[in-house]
């Protein structure tokens, strides 16, 4: 079993609709909880990150933790085409000198005109 | 400010030929990361060094792959005798000392391709 679960899509969405991203993981020992998007060809970009559990929001998008059920989620609000890209969940120990990012295999995000 | 940068963009090895990747942290930086994409396996941390010092090489296969980062001068990922199965993207990433794990900013890549 993976230590984070991603489903790898593809997903397709008309412009303005809500998307829906969400990762599962199995080591409740992480603390931090990280949403990359990466375009084609390109390195992993920060969206948001959230520490322990709670919401976290920046403009239009959305991050949740659920750590009792292990399950992370990021919310896309008023979709754009130039939002097109892979979205990776990533998270981490951050214990001592653990500081590796453990990430889901990334989810295929296509936002239609 | 110029961003984390890896050289060359892309490589290709014969089999049996070694690789040498390189990477140049944000300014100001002194600790580098080295991941690894495959398509099916997704990324994969092989390594964490600061200048002078590898702090963790858990990711790293016991064979043919080694990282340093000297005082002067960019980070190396040196595969020795690459093999069809190192063909990859392979990222760096940069951070400030110390700092919390989602400090790290990543470099573009360099795809890696074994013939």
């Known amino acids: 079993q993976k230590e984070v679960e991603q489903d790898p899509g593809p997903l397709s969405v008309p412009e303005g609709a809500i998307v829906s991203l969400n990762c599962t993981y199995s080591?409740?020992?992480?603390?931090?909880f990280m949403w990359y998007r990466q375009y084609s060809r390109k390195g992993p970009e920060l969206l948001m990150y959230?520490?322990s559990s709670g919401n976290k929001e920046d403009g239009r998008f959305t991050a949740q933790v659920d750590k009792s059920s292990k399950y992370i989620s990021l919310f896309i609000r008023d979709s754009q085409p130039s939002d097109s890209a892979t979205y990776l969940c990533?998270?981490?120990?951050?214990?001592?000198?653990?500081?590796?990012?453990?990430w889901g295999l990334g989810t295929s995000l296509a936002v239609n005109p | 400010n110029a961003g984390v940068m890896q050289n060359p963009r892309h490589l290709v090895r014969r089999r049996g030929q070694e690789a040498r990747l390189r990477c140049s942290p944000m300014?100001?930086?002194?600790?580098v990361y080295w991941y690894r994409q495959l398509p099916e396996e997704g990324l994969k941390f092989m390594v964490y060094?600061?200048?002078?010092?590898?702090?963790?090489e858990s990711g790293m296969p016991k064979e043919r792959f080694s990282a340093e980062f000297p005082k002067e001068g960019p980070s190396i990922l040196r595969i020795q005798q690459v093999v069809r199965g190192d063909s990859a993207a392979y990222f760096c990433?940069?951070?400030?000392?110390?700092?919390?794990?989602?400090?790290?900013?990543f470099g573009p890549g360099t795809r890696l391709t074994v013939t």
């Open positions: 990433a940069s951070s400030p000392g110390g700092g919390v794990p989602y400090e790290q900013y």
């Open positions: 300014k100001g930086h002194s600790h």
């Open positions: 060094l600061q200048k002078e010092n590898i702090i963790d």
């Open positions: 080591n409740s020992a992480f603390q931090y």
């Open positions: 959230t520490y």
């Open positions: 990533a998270m981490s120990l951050n214990a001592g000198n653990n500081r590796k990012l453990i």
